[in-house]
C-alpha cells in the first residue's frame, strides 16, 4: 500500500493531550490494517511562537504544504484541516487576524480545495462544492 503522510500539529492547551490518542490511533491502524501512515509533526499556535516568534515556523509550513494531510489539535479557535486564522481574541469585538499568515494559509486552503474537488464523487460527498470553490479561484 501506498504511503501517506501526516502533519500533525498538537497546538496549545489540550491539543498534545488529543493529538496523543490521534497517535495511537494510527499506530493501531498502521499495525492492524497495514495503513501505511508517515507520521511527522511541528508546532503551531502558542507553541510555535514560543519556539520561533510566528504562529508557524517556514519550515512546518513547508512540511504542512507537502503533506497528503494536516492535522490540528486545540488552537484556540476553529481550524481547517490543521490550519485556521491567527490572531487573537477570536468570536469577541476585539478580534484580530496575524495578516502575516493569511497567504500561506490562504495557499494551504486553495490547495485542499483543489485536492477535493479532485477527488471521485463517489468518495467525497462534498465534491460539487469544493469544485465550484475551485471554479471562483
Given at each position: 500500500m501506498a504511503s501517506r503522510k501526516l502533519f500533525l500539529l498538537p497546538g496549545d492547551g489540550?491539543?498534545?493531550e488529543t493529538m496523543g490518542e490521534?497517535?495511537?490511533?494510527i499506530a493501531m491502524m498502521n499495525a492492524e490494517m497495514n495503513?501505511?501512515?508517515?507520521i511527522d509533526e511541528g508546532l503551531v499556535g502558542g507553541s510555535a511562537y514560543d519556539a520561533h516568534g510566528q504562529s508557524?515556523?517556514?519550515a512546518d509550513m513547508e512540511k504542512a504544504l507537502a503533506a497528503d494531510a494536516v492535522r490540528s489539535g486545540a488552537l484556540g479557535g476553529p481550524t481547517?484541516?490543521?490550519i485556521g486564522v491567527a490572531g487573537e481574541g477570536p468570536h469577541t469585538h476585539g478580534a484580530?487576524?496575524?495578516?502575516?499568515?493569511?497567504a500561506?494559509?490562504?495557499e494551504l486552503l486553495r490547495r485542499l480545495i483543489l485536492r477535493l474537488s479532485e477527488q471521485p464523487s463517489r468518495d467525497l460527498p462534498f465534491r460539487r462544492a469544493a469544485s465550484q470553490a475551485r471554479d471562483s479561484l
Open positions: 489540550i491539543g498534545p490521534v497517535r495511537k490511533l495503513a501505511g501512515f508517515e508557524i515556523s517556514e481547517l484541516d490543521g484580530c487576524l496575524e495578516i502575516d499568515t493569511l500561506a494559509r490562504s
